[in-house]
């Protein structure tokens, strides 16, 4: 059992609080929803990186490589200078979405290279400069280029090309609880000898004016090396740093002379220390050595191709050499975290996989942070302060009043999404639970809070609207941890969080049926359902064109959450049989919008097109005949997720269920023979639940297998390729619109255009589709093979196409045979470059073609289920690939 083990089991059963500090700052507040105050809801323009600086936040906190304590009272993070910046970089920079081609965009190289779950070790690299930071070419030549041309980023600028830049790797080692040892080595990369300033900063998060806690926290020198912080509430902090460096002093409050042009209240402001380092001026940094923020500055000359090591020690005692410790104690910590993980691994024989899926848990557990939102709170502003618009008590999330989130939440990227959303938080949690099921477990049980959910059964979105749409995978996340959690476990079920999950669970469902069935016909609307640009057009504002759309996608995912309850259901019957009736009302809704999928409002109107074999979005424009839109995308794949295999023995236990079951095959013989293929047991009797079998399954798996339409070689594209020289048009009152195979950035403004579900490759999508195979296989046994690729006249087991499809997802970030990975494209520093071309980077989503990385640079979130991904792989394997699955291994 590893160390790290014991203190997982530790903080779960409150013995020790392990994971009371953590990385919990965010990587950009400002441009954030929570921060914006204008009437106007300009949330990008209220707050900007160069307000940053000067301004102090309301509910939140940034910084890089930045940690804090749970409720994010104190804060330590790293600023650094390389004497010709115009400021200290104290956060990373970024364009906002209205000024990137393809929306924002984080400007910067940095790593996320491990951490255990406990966080008792983390490592970090980023990347800085030596020449001046260029951020008006970034700003000008992104707004030179249009939605045709790929994104102009740091490495384009041609800084890092004679290796002129400094390696700054941060490490975090607790020796306990609230006993952490800091260090930065910073390496100088270039060919001469440079100088570089490096500031761990301190900080307390500004609670002091909100009504809630009125008294004043205090930084303050304690001797020529150390800083003392108190809190009324968390007592003393000693932070001791080494050698000797210069201690300032200011305050974690808003300069408003410099933003707005009033007077300020107080001395010494949030920018203090930045005006001291940049210009030698003290007048803005306190004197009297304390205040609300600090800073020990070192000003470092480091040879070329040396280093140069600062370390430090948080802890509530003080002892008289505490830096003595730092090197042992962070030897030991490296040496339990590969404990942890070579037992996580042990199946993983690859060791660039090992890497790889090392540095995706790296990224997750990363991308952990302290979110703090009370809408009534921000709606209303608080006691004693300036009261915000008018025009709010209307604008967004004005009807979310109850919601209250003050938690460490997992992020799908802290710098281009620095705020939750449902259905990626949904997809984070199959991974995590490999590595820390309890707060997996905890995550899944968040949103479900009444204090999250709405009162009417919704799971908030995402902060820029709470209201918008996901798509329902939350219950399918809490089935597949409570497997994974189960299994880890010896076979022993955490039933109390899946009862506790259900009953939340089922109020969901109950909204969807009564908000997005607006005719109660089972028939789904559910508008963008998180998918973007995925349609002609926004499918939220259907009504724009006097039409409604019946969707294909939303459908089939309210058939697999109908399912995901049903397996829920029986799951909980182990404990109490009583579910066997909730199961039942789940069955019936699955076959009830099975029927509906084929004879829409009872018109004949199916979503299945019997000349294509796929299925489509439907609209019905007014005055008009329903019309099919026939778009050849995952919309039409989705039905392949509603499967569910079940075996026969377990119905000889739940007798009213299978009474139940009994009465439909018996009434509604047609009903469900569409979705279930009951009378015919498969492999060892097992029985099935889906939206597909027979001819359409194959005709679905014919076209998604296809590499001339859905195949990649990094996986399922999220449009057919078909539509690269058949582009698809439709004339809707006057407009016409169309929809063309993209595999790279949108060229759409669709939904702000940082996102494209067009053509490229998703790893949701792809591990559902992965899964999926396994459930329909799980059902055949090896009785069942398909074409694979289409056309090659090779047969496989669903299983097996599986397993390649998990391959082809792998490859995007492994090296081919010319040692190259794909997922860094063309970009020859990534590729060959020893201190750039092992560290890995997870995008938002893949180019259809090449499987280059695109969008959000650190998206580890969902792309990290690359991680459960490896792990299946090695361990339904008993060797490694063979020739025609590694299709360029090296």
């Known amino acids: 059992m590893s160390a790290e083990y014991i203190r997982l089991q530790e903080d779960r059963h409150f013995k020790n609080h392990w994971k009371k500090w953590g990385p919990y700052l965010t990587e950009r507040q400002w441009g954030t929803v929570r921060e914006d105050y204008s009437a106007d809801g300009s949330a990008w323009e209220n707050v900007t990186h160069d307000d940053a600086r000067s301004k102090a936040y309301r509910w939140g906190e940034e910084g890089i490589a930045g940690i804090s304590d749970h409720k994010q009272k104190l804060c330590l993070a790293w600023a650094f200078w390389n004497g010709k910046d115009p400021f200290i970089k104290e956060r990373l920079f970024g364009l906002t979405g209205n000024q990137g081609n393809h929306g924002e965009d984080v400007k910067e190289i940095y790593y996320y290279l491990d951490s255990t779950p406990t966080h008792s070790y983390m490592k970090m690299l980023y990347k800085y400069p030596q020449a001046e930071f260029p951020y008006q070419s970034l700003i000008q030549e992104n707004g030179r280029r249009d939605k045709t041309k790929p994104e102009y980023e740091l490495i384009d600028t041609g800084i ?255 710098w281009e999404y620095p705020w939750y959303a449902a259905w990626d938080l949904a997809f984070h949690t199959i991974p995590l639970a490999r590595l820390d099921p309890e707060f997996a477990k905890n995550q899944l049980l968040i949103l479900l809070n009444e204090w999250y959910m709405h009162p009417n059964g919704q799971i908030p979105a995402y902060e820029w609207n709470f209201s918008d749409v996901n798509p329902p995978v939350h219950a399918y996340a809490v089935q597949r941890v409570y497997q994974i959690d189960k299994k880890a476990n010896n076979g022993v079920g955490d039933h109390e969080f899946l009862e506790r999950a259900l009953h939340k669970l089922m109020l969901n469902f109950t909204w969807w049926v009564n908000q997005k069935d607006s005719d109660g016909q089972n028939i789904f609307e559910g508008g963008f ?144 023979a569409l979705v279930s293929s009951w009378i015919q047991p498969g492999y060892h009797k097992r029985r099935l639940f889906s939206l597909l079998r027979g001819h359409r399954m194959k005709s679905v798996l014919h076209k998604m297998l296809d590499s001339e339409e859905f195949l990649s070689e990094f996986g399922i594209r999220s449009l057919s390729k078909y539509h690269e020289k058949n582009p698809y048009a439709m004339k809707i009152n006057g407009d016409i619109l169309s929809i063309k195979y993209t595999p790279g950035e949108s060229d759409t403004r669709m939904f702000g255009g940082n996102s494209n579900w067009r053509g490229p490759i998703w790893f949701p999508i792809n591990y559902l589709i992965i899964e ?21 006249g090779n047969f496989l087991t669903m299983d097996i196409i599986a397993k390649e499809l998990s391959m082809r997802c792998m490859k995007i970030f492994m090296r081919d045979e010319n040692g190259n990975r794909p997922v860094f494209g063309a970009n020859e520093k990534f590729q060959t470059d020893p201190h750039f071309k092992d560290y890995i980077l997870f995008y938002e989503y893949f180019h259809g073609d090449s499987g280059k990385g695109l969008g959000a640079s650190h998206q580890t979130g969902w792309t990290g289920l690359v991680s459960e991904m490896i792990h299946k792989y090695y361990k339904e394997s008993e060797h490694l690939p063979n020739a025609s699955t590694t299709l360029f291994r090296s």
Not at 586 to 611: C, P, Q, R, T, V
Not at 772 to 792: Q, R
């Open 160 to 414: 890092f090309d004679e290796d002129r830049y400094f390696d700054i790797f941060i490490e975090y080692a607790k020796k306990d609880v609230e006993d952490i040892i800091a260090v930065a080595t910073v390496h100088n990369r270039g060919p001469e000898e440079a100088t570089i300033w490096v500031m761990p900063t301190l900080w307390f998060r500004k609670t002091w004016y909100t009504g809630h806690e009125p008294f004043m926290p205090k930084l303050s020198k304690r001797t020529d090396n150390s800083i003392k912080a108190f809190n009324p509430k968390s007592g003393n902090y000693s932070i001791s740093f080494d050698g000797n460096p210069e201690l300032k002093f200011c305050n974690n409050e808003t300069n408003r002379e410099r933003l707005y042009g009033i007077a300020n209240e107080r001395n010494y402001l949030k920018d203090g220390i930045n005006d001291y380092v940049i210009s030698g001026d003290d007048s803005h940094v306190n004197p009297d050595e304390f205040g609300t923020k600090a800073a020990a500055i070192y000003k470092i000359t480091i040879p070329a191709g040396e280093s140069h090591q600062i370390k430090l020690r948080l802890q509530h005692q003080f002892e008289d050499e505490p830096l003595e410790i730092c090197n042992e104690c962070l030897a030991n910590r490296i040496t339990e975290a590969d404990e942890f993980y070579n037992e996580l691994q042990e199946r993983v024989t690859d060791p660039d996989l090992k890497r790889i899926q090392r540095q995706a848990w790296a990224g997750m557990l990363w991308s952990k942070q302290f979110y703090y939102y009370d809408v009534e709170r921000w709606l209303e502003g608080d006691p004693g302060r300036y009261v915000p618009p008018l025009a709010r008590k209307k604008g967004r999330n004005a009807n979310w009043k109850h919601l209250q989130n003050y938690d460490i939440i997992s992020m799908p990227d802290k």
């Open 529 to 672: 359902l998180g998918l973007d640009n995925i349609s002609l057009f926004d499918r939220s504002h259907a009504n724009y064109y006097k039409g409604k759309l019946e969707q294909a996608d939303g459908t089939s995912w309210m058939a697999m959450f109908s399912l995901n309850l049903l397996r829920i259901s029986l799951d909980l019957c182990e404990f109490n049989t009583v579910y066997q009736f909730t199961a039942t009302k789940f069955l019936e809704h699955f076959l009830y919008i099975a029927g509906a999928m084929n004879n829409i409002s009872k018109e004949g109107i199916s979503l299945w097109d019997d000349e294509d074999n796929f299925f489509y979005d439907v609209f019905h424009l007014e005055g008009k005949e329903p019309h099919k839109l026939k778009v050849r995308s995952i919309v039409g794949l989705i039905p392949l997720f509603a499967v569910e295999p079940i075996r026969e023995e377990l119905f000889d236990k739940l007798p009213e269920f299978k009474k139940r079951l009994d009465f439909f095959l018996r009434e509604k013989p047609k009903l469900a």
């Open 772 to 792: 999926s195979l396994k459930k329909f296989d799980f059902y055949y046994g090896g009785d069942f093979s398909i074409e694979y690729p289409t056309g090659s």
